[in-house]
């Protein structure tokens, strides 16, 4: 994230050589993105989410899911985020489900294709 790097970036220990989502970052404008350096490269997905106990109530589900996507839209927060290279982007309880899901077997395929074992 952007703001564990701003001391160093600003004190001049650290050059950004490049940011790995899929397009520049506002606050940094002049960084370039990895796939603009790397033709073909794309970038991983990466997702953050909210999660609760087994069995909870759909009703309290879908409640906690609703109060914290009006807290994560507002224009506060967005800013902020936004401001520290985070952009936000709400989904369903669906939606990451299959995020999840299509990480878990990417990530499965990497680790078999080049032989990463388990000690």
Do not use: C
Request: proline letters at 12%.
């Amino acid at each position: 994230m952007l703001a564990t790097v701003a001391p160093f970036l600003a004190s001049g220990k650290i050059r950004l050589l490049a940011v790995n989502g899929a397009k520049r970052y506002h606050v940094i404008p002049d960084v370039p993105t990895v796939s603009e350096q790397l033709p073909g490269y794309e970038p991983p997905p990466t997702w953050a989410g909210y999660f609760g106990p087994a069995g909870m109530p759909p009703a309290i589900a879908s409640r906690l899911r609703d109060e914290i996507v009006r807290a994560l839209e507002s224009p506060a927060v967005r800013a902020k985020a936004e401001d520290i290279g985070f952009p936000i982007s709400t989904s369903t309880p669906e939606e990451l489900n299959a995020a999840i899901r299509r990480d878990v077997e990417t990530t499965a395929a990497l680790v078999k294709a080049i032989g990463i074992r388990p000690e």
